[in-house]
Every structure is written in C-alpha cells, then in structure tokens.
Nanobody, 125 residues
Framework: QVQLIESGGGLVQAGGSLRLSCAAS????????MGWFRQGPGKEREFIAA????????YYAGSLKGRFTISRDNAKNTVYLHLNNLKPEDTAVYYC??????????????????WGQGTQVTVSS
C-alpha cells in the first residue's frame, strides 16, 4: 500500500511558476513509477508527465513538455512537478499517481494503482 500526499498548489498569476510535491509512504518508493495528471473544470483527467522508478526516465504530454518538468528524490520519497510559464488554462486539480510496474501506457490513468487527493492550481490572467 502506498499513500500519496500532494502539496504546493495555490493561486498564481499568468507567467508565474509553482513547484508541486508528492510525498509517498513506504520503503520501496524508488521502485515505483510515478505520474502527474490534472483535471480542469468540466474536463477529463489529463496526463502530464511520468517518471520511471528504475533509471528515472521521463515522459511528457507533448503539449506540456517544455513548460512542465517532472523529477524525483528517492531519498525523500518525493516526486515533483515544476510548472513554469503558467497560463489560465492550466487551472486544474493536479494529482500524483503511483504504480509498482511500469507500463507502456503510462499516459493512461487506469495504469496507476495509487492516487493522491490532489492539489488545486489556479492561474489568474
């Protein structure tokens, strides 16, 4: 069982930056692959980025690559999402997710077994 707790969301002006954190419980965090998703008002949950547990390879949604960066610190059992040059359309609840086995369908929310409660990001124009 893995518990995930996101933090770092808030209200930011367009063009600003945020760093979201996702703290995970458990001693095997380094072996878990992690993902970030978001869900905006009236929208479906959207894949943002994923990072492998082994090797730390990263994968991004094409439309967000370059503005958002995923990273992890296994010593702290934490995965991060750096959000840069934020736009009003980035307003959403941001979720982190974990899975013990890497899937080639890492962009699909159904592949993840564990989810955090989400953290709200609001970007004002």
């Amino acid at each position: 069982q893995v518990q995930l707790i996101e933090s770092g969301g808030g209200l930011v002006q367009a063009g600003g930056s945020l760093r979201l954190s996702c703290a995970a419980s458990g001693r095997t965090f380094s072996t878990y692959s992690m993902g970030w998703f978001r869900q905006g008002p009236g929208k479906e949950r959207e894949f943002i980025a994923a990072i492998k547990g082994t090797g730390g390879s990263t994968y991004y949604a094409g439309s967000l690559k370059g503005r958002f960066t995923i990273s992890r610190d296994n010593a702290k059992n934490t995965v991060y999402l750096h959000l840069n040059n934020l736009k009003p359309e980035d307003t959403a609840v941001y979720y982190c997710a974990a899975v013990s086995r890497w899937s080639s369908r890492y962009y699909n929310a159904d592949q993840y077994a564990y989810w955090g409660q989400g953290t709200q990001v609001t970007v004002s124009s």
